[in-house]
């Protein structure tokens, strides 16, 4: 198979390195050759973040050429229009439908993003938006599994098998993070159900 590309973005604190690696691991548990790359920024401050997954039988290089990424999975709908080039042609864009005001819209140093919604769409030919807060909160009853609902949309674009992604998350949310793991897996699914 052809190495698939994954380009994962958003800003600190929505779980993006988390959602990266439980990719990784479940594209190793699946017998593949795995490289990951990220990036943090200011993630502590609220800033941007990206991180990318390469798949496949060989991968010699954990960076993604711009323009190549299979796969561009967005937490939030800015972050999805400034990274649109990554984008191969035929690439697939996995969005969280929020938008998340930048420090510098709401301190007054910038204007706001005038019809963001038509400009993710005109940015990203082939778009899946996943109300994915809507459904962590109301279906899995905890707004912190926002990742999972994303990961679980994410799965439906992926060569592995559901059993594969939840070995993947019990070994990822061992230990003291054990009790995590339920909510989790049912927010992992919900976000499968939602891009079905």
């Not at 030919?125 to 807060?133: F, I, T, Y």
């Not at 990961?151 to 003291?176: K, Y």
Request: glycine content about 10%.
């Amino acid at each position: 198979m052809k190495t698939v590309n994954v380009s994962l973005v958003g800003v600190g604190g929505q779980g993006i390195i988390l959602t990266a690696d439980l990719l990784a691991k479940t594209a190793a548990i699946a017998g593949m050759d795995v490289k990951k790359s990220e990036i943090h920024g200011m993630a502590q401050r609220g800033g941007s973040v990206s991180s990318q997954v390469r798949f496949g039988e060989s991968v010699a290089s954990p960076i993604i050429q711009e323009g190549r990424t299979d796969i561009l999975v967005s937490f939030d709908k800015l972050e999805a229009v400034r990274n649109a080039h990554l984008l191969a042609a035929d690439g697939v864009a996995v969005v969280n439908d929020m938008y998340l005001v930048p420090v510098t819209v709401s301190s007054g140093q910038q204007k706001d993003v005038e019809d963001l919604d038509g400009k993710v769409r005109s940015a990203i030919a082939n778009l899946r938006l996943v109300d994915a807060m809507k459904i962590a909160e109301e279906g899995a009853g905890n707004a912190r599994t926002m990742n999972m609902v994303l990961a679980g949309a994410l799965s439906t674009l992926c060569p592995f098998t559901v059993d594969q992604w939840r070995q993947a998350m019990s070994e990822l949310l061992s230990g003291p993070k054990a009790k995590l793991l339920a909510v989790n897996e049912k927010a992992f699914m919900l976000g499968r159900e939602a891009v079905a």
